[in-house]
């Protein structure tokens, strides 16, 4: 047999291994050997099934090939027959877990992929705290450890505390641009022998290249975690950077007090050469300056004095046209009212009235009604008369038709007249309610609109503010009126309450004369 044949040079060239006077090799006997699944063999230690688990990655081939010979000599399945042990069938003896082992280890390639993923190797990395107070104990054999992954030789140390600037730079510039030689191919899932075809074998190393990446991606991912966590912790960096740190701010401090005393010299002469200057300047305009002031006193005493001169015939013309314009105002209102008067005595006794004459008080009362029932008023001029009947002091009791000719006939007159009567409807008003008279008054309108009692009329767009103010700060709103006045611009709280209760005593009158209109109505029936 082959096998047999194989042995059997085996044992002629232990013969000649043990002549020649070969220092023997110490093997450390793995103690589950026979346990072993040969169908698992990827699983397997091969160091351990050598007997070289002691040695491992520096075992050189040399004694990679004698430990074989020395476990061939002894697990042999031909020499273990012999001695009556019974042997697994073809491939199912733990001897194959042996030729695997050579197989992997004696392949420089095979065996530098079983050594990438050796499963002595620790692949942690310290913690912060570990590394707190005994950095170095902690994190030199870590970089020993993992320095057998370079592929470049003579890996720096990391060094104690006294190490140099350099020799720390150096060192953190080796491992922050690591150069790792590992590789996992090892622990391909998919083996590409194994393929029926080509398109299966393609697919299948595109799957192997895709883990490989991402296993080489996650140990240089560690490797630079170590790298930082190191940095990080080493108390060299921190005494390096603080001394980096004290020399620029020497040396920036230094910078500062040179820049400062340069300027300060600088500003000095450019005081000293600006005082010079400013002290002959001042000499020279010295006497220039006091002749100007005694020039410039006599001409402001002379202004002062025309100016008060000015300002008394000013005030003394100004007097005498403001009394001159007030005169002449009474006199007008005088005789504007004289012929409104007249007028009005004409048209009440030969208009509608009869014998029902017309007083001042009644002629105020029916302006009063027309402007607070307008146009539109159901029933208007009915209402108008029945108001006017409630409210006049002489009894006389005017009908529908005595309103509407007084109203006619108040229409024709001229704008004086109208202005003399509204005028008159007015004062008694203030009269009335204590208001102060106005300084102008404003012109009436077709309606004989009375002034407001406000220092100014409200317009129709303030009226409209007013009412939607009213409408969105209802009763029980806090501070109502404040923030109804603030809606209105120009309108204060004061003026606000008072055109409010003026609406709703011209709402009250209206309704009331509304209804004593409807109740006559009524009645008659």
Known sequence: MHVSASFQELEDEKELSEESGDEELQLEEFPMLKTLDPKDWKNQDHYLVLGLGHMRYKASQKQIKAAHKAMVLKHHPDKRKAAGEQIGEGDNDYFTCITKAYEILSDPVKRRAF????????????????????????????????????????????????SSFEEVDAFYSFWYNFDSWREFSYLDEEEKEKAECRDERRWIEKQNRATRAQRKKEEMNRIRTLVDTAYSCDPRIKKFKEEEKAKKEAEKKAKVDAKRKEQEEKEKLRQAELEAVRLAKEKEDEETRQQALLIKKEKDIQKKAIKKERQKLRTIC??????????????????????????????????????????????????????????????????????????????IKRTAKDVINKAKNLQKLDPHQKDDINKKAFDKFKKEHGVVPQSEIAAPSERFEVPYTDSSPWTTEEQKLLEQALKTYPVNTPERWEKIAASVPGRSKKDCMKRYKELVEMVKAKKAAQEQVLNAAKTKK
């Open 318 to 395: 100004k007097i005498e046209e403001v009394n001159e314009q007030i005169r002449r105002e009474r006199e007008e209102a005088d005789a504007r009212l004289r012929q409104a008067t007249k007028s009005s005595e004409k048209s009440t006794s030969g208009g509608g009235g009869g014998s029902k004459n017309w007083s001042e008080d009644d002629l105020q009362l029916l302006i009063k009604a027309v402007n607070l029932f307008p146009a539109g008023t159901n029933s208007r001029w009915e209402v108008i008369a029945n108001y006017m009947n409630l409210h006049s002091t002489t009894g």
């Open 115 to 162: 050594n990438s993923v050796d499963p002595t190797f620790d692949n942690t990395v310290p913690s912060k705290s570990e590394a707190k107070e005994n950095f170095f104990e902690v994190f030199s054999p870590v970089f020993e450890r993992n320095a057998r992954w370079s592929n470049i030789k003579n890996v720096p140390k990391l060094g104690d505390v006294n």
